[in-house]
């Protein structure tokens, strides 16, 4: 197994994760150590003022743009490194996810900014991006892509299980023995911070706290719950913008904030009726583990114990980053990053496009 390096920022925008493992793209080692590096609030807004802005996220080069968000994720490698004492020399890649910006694999179109040959320059590491590119082009969703993460961490762990990840966007993994099954549940967290943020000027809900002390309003939730996507059978993803924050529009902060934490519990226990079993745990990753009101609203609406994961012993903050890492190790064997049961791609499928220290990009 060898020393790779995993970066992300998910669809919250709120920063670049960045996680260093030890594995082979099978099997995984020891974590070595993780670090967040939060985005300047300058560049924060631009990339969601482009997230909310269809056209422009899909016509514009955003070459400036690209270039903040990757001199970043050198800040973020960089912040890494000195924090585990791991000298470049050492890492064999690094798995860059970027920053989505717009999700549309309907039309086969995704993107994620986030240039791999600038930061293989920058770190003098050779890097692996465009994940989702192949998966895409393929007819699959391109999402989600930590399933196979899921699956090797899990392996010893009792089946059938659920793994959920809150973070912008929620999306479910169903493990049992050799079954993997995996597609978005409908927001999480995004909805609940954009409300926050225009409310109050804060970045999210910390804790649940201001939904703890607001009204669900029902009616409100019936309208957002009798979206088609619930009802449509997997694999199926998710824009972070699919669901317009004008739904609960009228309502006061504590209220809006109630109901939009009531919706995202509502869509995970829609998911169940998509799985071939009931799990007999549900452990859950993303920031959305730390919001008291969603995890008490998923232990009463699911029924069996819905815990962090850390009670795995998985580190929440950095499970994602390091999947990254993984797949990057996946991506340089031919393994594959996706199965027709997680994104709906034709066959199992390799991906990713590796960008030597040096510069020089090609299609493993």
């Known amino acids: 197994m060898e020393l790779t390096v995993g970066v992300i920022s998910g669809t919250s925008m709120d920063g670049i994760d960045a996680a260093l493992i030890e594995t082979d793209g099978e099997r995984v080692g020891a974590a070595r150590g993780a670090t967040t590096v939060p985005y300047p609030p300058a560049l924060r807004r631009a990339l969601l003022d482009v997230a909310r802005d269809p056209g422009r996220a899909e016509r514009e080069t955003l070459a400036d743009l690209e270039r903040e968000v990757t001199e970043a994720n050198a800040a973020a490698v960089g912040a890494l490194l000195d924090e585990t004492g791991a000298q470049a020399r050492d890492i064999a890649a690094i798995g860059l996810h970027g920053q989505t910006i717009l999700h549309r694999p309907y039309r086969r179109f995704t993107r994620q900014l986030g240039d791999g040959a600038l930061l293989a320059d920058l770190t003098g590491i050779d890097v692996v991006g465009g994940f989702r590119l192949a998966d895409v ?3 699959g969703q391109g999402a989600p ?11 010893a762990l009792p089946h059938p299980l659920a793994v959920l990840n809150l973070g912008g ?4 993994t169903y493990l049992d023995d050799d079954t993997i099954i995996a597609f978005d549940t409908g927001p999480a967290s995004a909805m609940i911070d954009d409300w926050i943020s225009r409310h109050i000027g804060q970045p999210f809900d910390a804790g649940g706290q201001i939904a703890r002390q607001g009204q669900v309003h029902r009616a409100r939730l019936g309208q957002l719950m009798a979206s088609e996507f619930f009802d449509r059978p997997p694999p199926k993803s998710l824009d972070r913008n699919d669901f317009p924050i004008s739904a609960i529009d009228g309502l006061d902060v504590a209220d809006g904030a109630a109901t939009l934490t ?3 519990v509502a869509s995970v226990a829609a998911a169940r009726r998509h799985l071939p079993g009931g799990p007999r745990r549900w452990l859950v990753t993303g920031g959305g583990r730390h919001n008291v009101a969603i ?3 998923l232990a ?8 962090p994961v850390e009670t795995a012993g998985w580190e929440g903050d950095a499970l994602e980053a390091q ?3 993984f797949l990057a190790q996946r991506s340089l064997r031919g393994l594959p990053l996706s199965l027709p049961s997680t994104t709906g791609v034709p066959r199992p499928l390799p991906g990713g496009i590796v960008y030597r220290a040096a510069g020089r990009a090609r299609v493993p």
Do not use: R, W
Request: net charge negative; aromatic share 8%.
């Open 137 to 139: 082009a393929a007819g």
């Open 145 to 155: 892509l930590a399933p196979l993460y899921h699956a090797a961490l899990a392996a």
């Open 169 to 172: 966007v929620g999306n479910v």
């Open 262 to 264: 009531a919706f995202t």
């Open 295 to 297: 995890m008490q609203g």
């Open 300 to 307: 009463l609406a699911l029924g069996v114990p819905v815990e």
């Open 323 to 325: 999947c990254f890492a």
